[in-house]
């Protein structure tokens, strides 16, 4: 065999490796021992319970284009009422029925909020006029309500069964298009890192989710619905291959809390946490990999009634590892208040375990406007999973002018003309005093400083 033989052959190779692990999933030949032949009579048991959203919204828009000839060049609308302006904008996503006699819907928070009318459109063409029951900004969860009968609703699976490898549906309203069913298979559990606007525990899969998927359907073999389409990697807004959703074991607790309490009741441990790497926790005399350092503990805090302190590493909650402070927060702020955890954690080079029962986050929010009228559009809380450590924004609506001034859903507020702001009443207080605020803003690993005037 010759050398450029050799070489075409490596070449090929190479290439058959390469693209391989991208190839989509193929429909399994066999489902609890038979054959499967199609996936219809599947599709046409769940398809009904799968809804297509329409929302419509008025957006107010301030901004500091007076210039007539500025606007026509960039094709913005006519200034002609001074720097404001609204316009109203439509946009479209999924939802699944849950509960048919009720008429309740689980969504993506994001694709109904702020909605100032929802319609949801049946399989079967129907339209009906639906509402907002409650809706969770950091879980991505919403759950909407209509007035209708013979509706037919999706029964809910366990997620936390869910399994690598497993075939599963997704099904949706994608680009506004009306149902579509895509296959494929789940590609990982336990996704954190997607976004920066929450809590995450993402089932990661391969079935096509594109625009208007948002809020629909994932479905596993027994027609169950496993999770609730919510996101997408791509750089050009089109399906890749790599497609989240929010898995039932969240979204249920969330509609169950919005159910029964017309609230999110998120725990709380109650304390405040860095993120500990092998080389740091060798120089506080601990011989382990990764961990959530407790620098701080409140009082009469589930953190303390468990007999934990500060300079102890938490390293796992349930069973599952704990690999920092941002993996412990997701934790905590996943589960509801009252819920008993298991906590495994090393003080003195000595891992050691405790039970605690979670405290309820203060779930207090404010809008921008009443602060100041630069963060209209932006909806506050104090954090709430590691005790008191600034302003969080918990939602940030397109197109206003806390948007227009650079702020983001899920930055942490800090600082407040250089005043720390540990509370709402805090903000209040530093905001009343001065016309013009500038806010020291940590997003992600980032600090940032952003003027408000």
Same mark, same amino acid.
């Given at each position: 065999?010759?050398?450029?033989?050799?070489?075409?052959?490596?070449?090929?190779?190479?290439?058959?490796?390469?693209?391989?692990?991208?190839? +989509?999933?193929?429909?399994?030949?066999?489902?609890?021992?038979?054959?499967?032949?199609?996936?219809?009579?599947?599709?046409?048991?769940?398809?009904?319970?799968?809804?297509?959203?329409?929302?419509?919204?008025?957006?107010?828009?301030?901004?500091?284009?007076?210039?007539?000839?500025?606007?026509?060049?960039?094709?913005?609308?006519?200034?002609?009422?001074?720097?404001?302006?609204?316009?109203?904008?439509?946009?479209?996503?999924?939802?699944?029925?849950?509960?048919?006699?009720?008429?309740?819907? !689980?969504?993506?928070?994001?694709?109904?909020?702020?909605?100032? %009318?929802?319609?949801?459109?049946?399989?079967?063409?129907?339209?009906?006029? %639906?509402?907002?029951?409650?809706?969770?900004?950091?879980?991505?969860?919403?759950?909407?309500?209509?007035?209708?009968?013979?509706?037919?609703?999706?029964?809910?699976?366990?997620?936390?069964?869910?399994?690598?490898?497993?075939?599963?549906?997704?099904?949706?309203?994608?680009?506004?298009?009306?149902?579509?069913?895509?296959?494929?298979?789940?590609?990982?559990?336990?996704?954190?890192?997607?976004?920066?606007?929450?809590? +995450?525990?993402?089932?990661?899969?391969?079935?096509?989710?594109?625009?208007?998927?948002?809020?629909?359907?994932?479905?596993?073999?027994?027609?169950?619905?496993?999770?609730?389409?919510?996101?997408?990697?791509?750089?050009?807004?089109?399906?890749?291959?790599?497609?989240?959703?929010?898995?039932? +074991?969240?979204?249920?607790?969330?509609?169950?809390?919005?159910?029964?309490?017309?609230?999110?009741?998120?725990? !709380?441990?109650?304390?405040?946490?860095?993120?500990?790497?092998?080389?740091?926790?060798?120089?506080?005399?601990?011989?382990?990999?990764?961990?959530?350092?407790?620098?701080?503990?409140?009082?009469?805090?589930? %953190?303390?009634?468990?007999?934990?302190?500060?300079?102890?590493?938490?390293?796992?909650?349930?069973?599952?590892?704990?690999?920092?402070?941002?993996?412990?927060?997701?934790?905590?702020?996943?589960?509801?208040?009252?819920?008993?955890?298991?906590?495994?954690?090393?003080?003195?080079?000595?891992?050691?375990?405790?039970?605690?029962?979670?405290?309820?986050?203060?779930?207090?929010?404010?809008?921008?406007?009443?602060?100041?009228?630069?963060?209209?559009?932006?909806?506050?809380?104090?954090?709430?999973?590691?005790?008191?450590?600034?302003?969080?924004?918990? +939602?940030?609506?397109?197109?206003?002018?806390?948007?227009?001034?650079?702020?983001?859903?899920?930055?942490?507020?800090?600082?407040?003309?250089?005043?720390?702001?540990?509370?709402?009443?805090?903000?209040?207080?530093?905001?009343?005093?001065?016309?013009?605020?500038?806010?020291?803003?940590?997003?992600?690993?980032?600090?940032?400083?952003?003027?408000?005037?």
């Amino acid at each position: 065999m010759t050398t450029k033989t050799r070489h075409f052959l490596f070449t090929l190779i190479l290439g058959l490796v390469i693209v391989a692990p991208v190839a +989509e999933a193929a429909l399994p030949q066999f489902v609890e021992g038979k054959p499967v032949t199609s996936l219809a009579p599947l599709v046409e048991a769940v398809s009904p319970a799968v809804v297509n959203i329409r929302v419509s919204q008025t957006i107010t828009r301030r901004n500091s284009f007076g210039d007539d000839a500025f606007r026509r060049f960039f094709g913005l609308p006519d200034n002609r009422g001074g720097n404001g302006g609204s316009q109203e904008v439509a946009s479209a996503g999924s939802g699944v029925i849950i509960d048919a006699e009720s008429g309740y819907i !689980l969504t993506n928070h994001h694709v109904v909020g702020g909605a100032d %009318a929802i319609q949801i459109s049946l399989m079967d063409g129907t339209i009906l006029d %639906a509402e907002i029951v409650g809706s969770d900004p950091a879980t991505d969860i919403a759950v909407i309500k209509v007035e209708a009968d013979g509706l037919i609703e999706m029964a809910i699976g366990d997620s936390t069964s869910a399994r690598v490898g497993d075939f599963v549906l997704a099904i949706g309203n994608p680009f506004g298009l009306g149902h579509t069913v895509t296959s494929g298979i789940i590609s990982a559990l336990g996704r954190t890192g997607i976004s920066r606007d929450g809590y +995450e525990d993402f089932i990661q899969t391969d079935a096509s989710i594109n625009p208007g998927n948002s809020g629909g359907a994932l479905v596993n073999m027994n027609g169950e619905l496993i999770g609730i389409n919510s996101a997408i990697i791509s750089r050009s807004g089109g399906n890749v291959g790599i497609g989240f959703a929010v898995p039932t +074991e969240i979204a249920s607790s969330i509609m169950n809390q919005i159910l029964d309490f017309g609230e999110i009741r998120r725990g !709380l441990l109650g304390v405040n946490i860095q993120s500990i790497d092998a080389a740091a926790a060798e120089a506080l005399g601990n011989d382990i990999e990764s961990g959530a350092l407790i620098t701080a503990i409140i009082s009469d805090s589930a %953190a303390e009634n468990a007999g934990l302190q500060v300079g102890d590493i938490i390293i796992e909650v349930n069973e599952k590892k704990v690999g920092g402070a941002g993996d412990l927060s997701n934790r905590i702020g996943l589960l509801q208040s009252g819920e008993q955890i298991d906590i495994k954690y090393v003080r003195d080079n000595e891992t050691r375990s405790a039970q605690a029962e979670l405290g309820r986050a203060r779930s207090q929010t404010v809008l921008g406007e009443e602060i100041h009228s630069g963060l209209a559009g932006a909806i506050f809380s104090a954090s709430s999973t590691t005790s008191e450590n600034g302003i969080e924004i918990g +939602e940030v609506q397109e197109g206003t002018p806390a948007a227009q001034r650079g702020l983001l859903t899920g930055d942490l507020i800090t600082h407040v003309n250089r005043s720390r702001v540990r509370n709402l009443q805090d903000l209040r207080d530093v905001a009343a005093r001065y016309d013009i605020l500038f806010l020291n803003v940590r997003r992600g690993d980032r600090a940032l400083m952003f003027q408000i005037r």
